[in-house]
């Protein structure tokens, strides 16, 4: 089951893509970030297979800024999108669930543990959702649930100006930009049974980034 915020014209073509391999896919459509719509959107999926075994929350964005231009909407969007949003979701698929190798992998941040200049809300709410996660782990732990975090670093996942790419690359122990199937398979391995040992962990998925991207933005200025 696939996810989309407001239109399915990109997850059509994924899933597309799965259909084309052999595998089945299905989209459910919700602005997770509104009202209870993360818990809705869990629901629809578990009435359409009947089942739910893995919960991939993957959505998110960053919508901050310089921490004194911040207003209250602002805060509580981001908020309502990066934290909000995890807890309703985990909070269904518990409800939901009935596997006993139940598995729930976030989307994180490095910026949830690396400074992030122009990004504090950002980075509170995903430090947020993930001591969220470590909670969580402990309570649904004794069902045969894992909870894990993943913290990607800078992923190329749209065009780039080469200096930029070239510059990023810089910053990693592997001298290369991330890509998003770099971070598709550590997310792919948590959701997987050779995983089974694992959870209320926290992967950094950075290359080996010695700083946070945003931060070293600003020291250029």
Not at 16 to 40: C, F, K
Not at 109 to 137: D, L, M, N, W
Request: glycine share 10%.
């Amino acid at each position: 089951m696939l996810h989309a915020s407001r239109s399915a014209e990109h997850a059509e073509q994924v899933a597309a893509s799965i259909r084309d391999a052999g595998g089945g896919a299905d989209i459910v459509l919700g602005d997770v970030s509104e009202g209870e719509n993360a818990s809705r959107v869990v629901r629809e999926a578990f009435a359409v297979h009947g089942a739910l075994d893995i919960l991939v929350c993957n959505a998110g964005a960053p919508l901050s800024g310089n921490i004194v231009e911040q207003d209250v909407a602002t805060i509580d969007a981001n908020l309502a999108l990066n934290l909000r949003a995890v807890i309703l979701g985990v909070q269904e698929f518990a409800r939901l669930t009935t596997s006993e190798n139940g598995r729930v992998v976030l989307t994180s941040s490095a910026s949830a543990t690396q400074p992030s200049c122009g990004g504090a809300v950002y980075s509170a709410a995903k430090a947020g959702a993930e001591g969220f996660i470590r909670s969580a782990a402990q309570e649904l732990g004794p069902r045969g649930i894992t909870l894990n975090s993943v913290e990607p670093g800078m992923t190329l996942s749209r065009e780039a100006p080469q200096e930029a790419v070239d510059k990023i690359a810089g910053w990693t122990a592997l001298r290369r930009v991330g890509m998003p199937d770099d971070i598709a398979d550590i997310v792919a391995f948590l959701a997987s049974d050779e995983a089974r040992w694992l959870t209320g962990l926290t992967i950094p998925a950075t290359g080996g980034q010695i700083a946070s991207a945003t931060t070293i933005f600003a020291y250029d200025k």
